[in-house]
């Protein structure tokens, strides 16, 4: 906010400026003769460097805000969010799932990791001044801290079909011993993401290779989040959500130096709250 209103108080003031010169010039110069004008150099470099100037205090000042924007801190609570025409679907880190509203927190730096199930949608929480595109086959990620409790407008900003402008929730935003309460009275039966991934391993039979005590068909798993990955071409890639995803769903498309190709693929049998449960295993 500060540097939008930076921005809008240097345009009107040139904006002010100049056409107040014209003004007055047109005034005050009406019906003169024209004749030469000698070069002033100083005033060429004045109305050249200042507001080059000031266009580089914007930059930087709007890098600095881009990068923070990106780059969510470490310690923020991770809410996984799956977009479907028309809803938006949230998973707490310690199991309650909800649709439509989420609760967070104040003062603590909440990630929001999102996919869609079908076409783009875009998740933009006016009050928080974040929007980011939510897309099928890929993660994006935000963040946002809120600062007061109190309930805010979600909405889906990227046209989604008939029913887009219906796509609308809520953020609610609660002090810390209420948002704990909150929880302890949906977690009686809530089971955590990590929870599910684990018993969703097992059942599509995850377990029977990428284990220690398997035979060693596949790369072990353990520890496996946030490392570099040496690939059968030759490259390096880290090991994150997205990576995982896709080495789950196409694992094909990147081939583990020293493996061969040989496990099954599962598009279509798994849905993406499975994949990010499974990502949750991966990654506990």
């Known amino acids: ?5 930076f921005e809008i108080v240097v345009a009107v003031l040139f904006a002010a400026t100049i056409f107040g010169l014209v003004l007055v010039f047109a005034v005050k110069f009406r019906g003169a003769q024209s004749r030469p004008v000698a070069d002033d150099s100083r005033l060429e470099l004045a109305w050249t ?3 080059l100037g000031l266009t580089m205090v914007m930059f930087a000042w709007g890098a600095d805000i881009y990068f923070q924007g990106t780059h969510p801190p470490h310690d923020a609570m991770e809410v996984t969010v799956v977009a479907k025409q028309w809803m938006w679907k949230f998973q707490q880190p310690t199991g309650p799932r909800e649709i439509n509203t989420l609760h967070v927190p104040v003062g603590r730096p909440v990630k929001l990791l999102m996919t869609s199930e079908d076409v783009i949608h875009s998740l933009f929480i006016p009050s928080f001044r974040v929007k980011k595109d939510v897309l099928p086959g890929r993660y994006t990620t935000l963040w946002f801290q809120a600062t007061r409790p109190g309930t805010y407008h979600l909405f889906c900003s ?17 002090e810390p011993s209420r948002y704990e309460a909150w929880l302890s009275g949906r977690g009686a039966t809530a089971v955590t993401p990590a929870e599910r991934g684990q018993a969703l391993f097992q059942r599509v039979g995850c377990v029977t290779c990428h284990v220690q005590a398997a035979p060693q ?3 072990r798993l ?7 990955v040496k690939l059968a071409t030759g490259q390096t890639v880290i090991a994150d959500e997205g990576y995982i995803r896709e080495s789950i769903l196409e694992p094909n498309a990147k081939i583990t130096a020293g493996y061969q190709p040989v496990m099954p693929t599962f598009p279509g049998q798994l849905k993406e709250e499975d994949v ?7 990654k506990s």
């Open 1 to 5: 906010d500060r540097l939008f209103f």
């Open 158 to 174: 990227q046209y989604c079909g008939a029913q887009h402008s219906g796509m609308i929730g809520w953020v609610s935003v609660l």
């Open 276 to 282: 990010l449960d499974l990502i949750a295993y991966i």
């Open 217 to 219: 068909r596949c790369p």
């Open 49 to 51: 460097l200042i507001p």
């Open 222 to 228: 353990e520890g496996l989040y946030g490392k570099t």
